[in-house]
């Protein structure tokens, strides 16, 4: 069975975020143990199992997601990067529509090799600051605002972008946290530099200290900076050590994410269900 590991959310190998991916042959998906083994096994942020649908559906693939430790609803990177291998291998052209757990997800690959998401935009609400959050990040938080269901993460703003690049939060605690994970974020620094925001995703709950690409926070930093900076084109920076350039666009109920995937690494695995 062919295994592809693709990097997402870039144009340049060992950067963005990591992602396997498997084009399961048949119309259904193996035992679940097998597919958590595979993604323990690969040990990437996440690994993403795809199989073609009957023709005439709302979606012409299944798609799902797995970190090294858990099975997620929603992810963007590693929805990036079936795409990516979809379309590279001319099994899939023009719009792909995915079933997934979260709803119908499309992508499309553009001719220049840009590939567009489209997700449902998460919806805000702003909430005090947990006790416990506050003691795991040490940082001056600004604002807090609770995601809605599929991704449930928690959105914190801090002071300022080097606040974002420079924290060193307590993953041991926030291990113990009941959501998803906490995404951190500020304005950037200086525009000029090509991105509008800058993020960083903590996910140790779902066996992720620090993702290095959230495609699927974006849902939620979309409509919060659109709100901020008067605008609905933006592009984010995902401080990590990888890092990685998101764009997002704003369409009331959908947020389209679009960015670059490169394939770093093309195998087999024998290891078969």
Do not use: K
Not at 206 to 227: C, M, R
Not at 245 to 259: F, Q, Y
């Amino acid at each position: 069975m062919r295994i592809r590991i693709v990097d997402a959310f870039t144009d340049r190998p060992f950067s963005g975020n990591p992602a396997g991916v498997l084009v399961l042959d048949g119309d259904g998906f193996p035992a679940d143990d097998w597919l958590r083994q595979v993604a323990a096994e690969v040990n990437l942020p996440e690994t993403a199992f795809t199989h073609p649908l009957p023709p005439g559906g709302p979606a012409g693939w299944a798609l799902r997601w797995f970190t090294p430790t858990t099975e997620v609803d929603m992810c963007g990177h590693a929805t990036l990067a079936t795409a990516h291998v979809l379309a590279a291998a001319g099994l899939a052209r023009g719009a792909i529509r995915f079933a997934a757990r979260c709803g119908i997800l499309s992508a499309e690959a553009g001719a220049d090799g840009l590939l567009t998401l489209d997700f449902p935009t998460s919806t805000l609400t702003p909430v005090e600051p947990p006790a416990e959050i506050a003691a795991a990040l040490r940082a001056e938080i600004v604002s807090v605002h609770d995601t809605s269901d599929h991704i449930g993460d928690l959105l914190v703003e801090l002071r300022d972008e080097e606040a974002v690049r420079t924290l060193r939060p307590d993953l041991a605690a926030l291990r113990g946290y009941a959501r998803r994970g906490v995404v951190v974020t500020a304005a950037a620094e200086d525009p000029a530099r090509g991105y509008d925001f800058a993020s960083r995703g903590f996910f140790p709950a779902a066996g992720i200290d620090e993702d290095p690409v959230t495609g699927s926070a974006h849902t939620a930093l979309a409509p919060f900076w659109a709100a901020r900076l008067g605008r609905t084109e933006l592009t984010g920076f995902q401080g990590s050590a990888r890092t990685g350039l998101v764009r997002v666009s704003l369409r009331d109920d959908r947020t389209l994410l679009t960015g670059r995937a490169v394939t770093v690494i093309d195998g087999e695995l024998l290891a078969g269900p």
